[in-house]
């Protein structure tokens, strides 16, 4: 079994619909993280969670929101999806901070706000 | 800011062609390098990395030296196969931990 796993892995829906991205891991990672990627600009971090009660914006957190339900499940959540939202989102979780930090990801979903 | 530039792709390449990708940077201080690869269809994962000046990463064949003088980290492959077309992403961090990547190059590998 994967040790980062998304749900749905593809979505298509309509402008103004709310959408959850759900993300798992067993790694019993403390750190997790959402991304975007989008073609020709890399990955762009949306938020990130250092333990279950720390939240903290990244680069592009407008627009979006998140929940960290336990240790293990990190969901992102688009209230109300506008089309320029469609990209590819990544979860990924890590362990050690400092210069060590390996961050693990999960396969992506893919989404398409019409 | 911090920041990563990397060559722009896509890059085609022959089997057992001599590959380079370069990569360099903009930050204050000393960071930590990282190469990431992403393969068609999967989340990124980590190809090797680099945490201080003249350190060299390696893994699968693939090197990466941490240049503090030129602020590079360039990778290279002496052997290319068809089985290392992906997206290539150089990244950067320091003890934030909020890694910051380049825009990725595609690597195409033909036979």
């Known amino acids: 079994d994967a040790d980062v796993t998304q749900t749905p892995r593809n979505r298509i829906t309509k402008t103004g619909k709310r959408i959850m991205l759900e993300c798992s891991q067993t790694?019993?990672?403390?750190?997790m993280y959402w991304y975007r990627q989008d073609p020709g600009l890399g990955l762009r971090l949306i938020y990130y969670?250092?333990?279950?009660?720390?939240?903290n914006k990244g680069e592009i957190s407008d627009g979006y929101s998140v929940s960290r339900q336990a240790q293990a499940k990190f969901s992102l959540s688009l209230e109300s999806a506008i089309p320029n939202q469609t990209a590819l989102y990544f979860c990924a979780t890590s362990d050690l901070g400092g210069p060590y930090n390996e961050q693990f990801f999960g396969p992506g979903t893919r989404l398409t706000v019409l | 800011g911090n920041s990563v530039t990397q060559m722009e792709g896509p890059v085609t390449l022959s089997e057992e062609a001599f590959l380079t990708i370069n990569c360099t940077y903009t930050a204050t201080g000393y960071p930590s390098l990282f190469w990431y690869v992403q393969y068609p269809g999967e989340g990124l994962q980590l190809l090797l990395k680099a945490t201080k000046a003249d350190d060299k990463g390696s893994n699968k064949g693939f090197e990466a030296t941490y240049r503090k003088e030129t602020t590079s980290f360039h990778l290279e492959k002496g052997s290319v196969q068809v089985s290392d077309s992906a997206v290539y992403f150089c990244?950067?961090?320091?003890?934030?931990?909020?890694?910051?990547f380049g825009t990725g190059t595609r690597l195409t590998i033909i036979p």
């Open positions: 790694k019993g990672h403390d750190r």
């Open positions: 990244a950067l961090n320091f003890g934030n931990e909020k890694l910051t």
């Open positions: 969670s250092f333990d279950v009660k720390d939240i």
